[in-house]
């Protein structure tokens, strides 16, 4: 069983540019979550998607970042003009259903690492 | 106010001992999970123990336990036996209710000495 697969796995970009960050959830996930990780700092939440539905976006910048999970395909994170402030380690992860105070944990993929020269 | 606080930037701990690394954590909800995860140097987060807020006995996961005390507010992750291999960074982590997110400590760095 494929576990969380992200792409790519390093991205450089300059300043002003597009970034796409690509997240395949595990087989049998339908719920999508989005983290960056800035240097030396936890993982910070930022979007939460089930198919073709944001359901929680409440830790997304307000501009330049949006986030899609199509009916097809992997969930998309999109970042338009990058700044040198967007460089951080964005992760992946997918769950089956949560249930309140259940144990099912978020299986994070091995992140993508975006540098903005 | 911090969900989750890792006082202990970074820990050392000779192979073959034990280490605590700590975890405090804040919430008004009954119902909450707590996580921990390694993420080594090649980055990726490696789900290591769960323990829920109504769960009455420390979970233990091989060489990993949890020594949880409700009423302190704490999680400390228990490594015994250290490993070269454990050497890596530690986030604690907790979910409250049926809520979307984790919120992640800052992690501690362990470093395991031959």
């Known amino acids: 069983n494929a576990g969380v697969m992200q792409n790519p796995r390093h991205l450089v970009r300059r300043r002003g540019q597009e970034a796409r960050l690509r997240c395949s959830p595990m087989k049998g996930h339908s719920h999508v979550y989005w983290y960056r990780q800035l240097p030396e700092e936890g993982l910070k939440f930022m979007v939460y998607?089930?198919?073709?539905?944001?359901?929680?976006e409440s830790g997304m910048p307000k501009e330049r970042f949006s986030a899609e999970f199509p009916k097809e395909g992997p969930s998309i994170l999109r970042i338009q003009q990058v700044v040198r402030g967007d460089s951080a380690a964005y992760f992946c992860a997918s769950s089956p259903i949560l249930l309140a105070g259940g144990p099912d944990t978020q299986y994070f993929g091995p992140g993508t690492r975006l540098t903005v020269l | 106010a911090q969900k989750i606080t890792q006082t202990q930037p970074g820990m050392f701990v000779q192979e073959k001992e034990a280490v605590t690394l700590d975890c405090t954590y804040d919430?008004?909800?009954?119902?909450?999970?707590l996580f921990w995860y390694k993420q080594p140097s090649s980055g990726e987060m490696i789900f290591l123990i769960y323990?829920?807020?109504?769960?009455?006995q420390n979970a233990t996961e091989g060489r990993y336990s949890l020594n949880f005390q409700k009423a302190r507010k704490s999680a400390n992750l228990v490594i015994s036996a250290s490993q070269l291999g454990d050497s890596a960074m530690y986030f604690c982590?907790?979910?409250?209710?049926?809520?979307?997110?984790?919120?992640f400590g800052t992690g501690t760095s362990l470093t395991v000495i031959p």
């Open positions: 982590a907790m979910r409250e209710g049926s809520g979307n997110q984790f919120y």
């Open positions: 998607l089930q198919k073709e539905n944001i359901i929680d």
């Open positions: 323990q829920g807020s109504y769960d009455q």
């Open positions: 919430t008004s909800d009954p119902s909450y999970g």
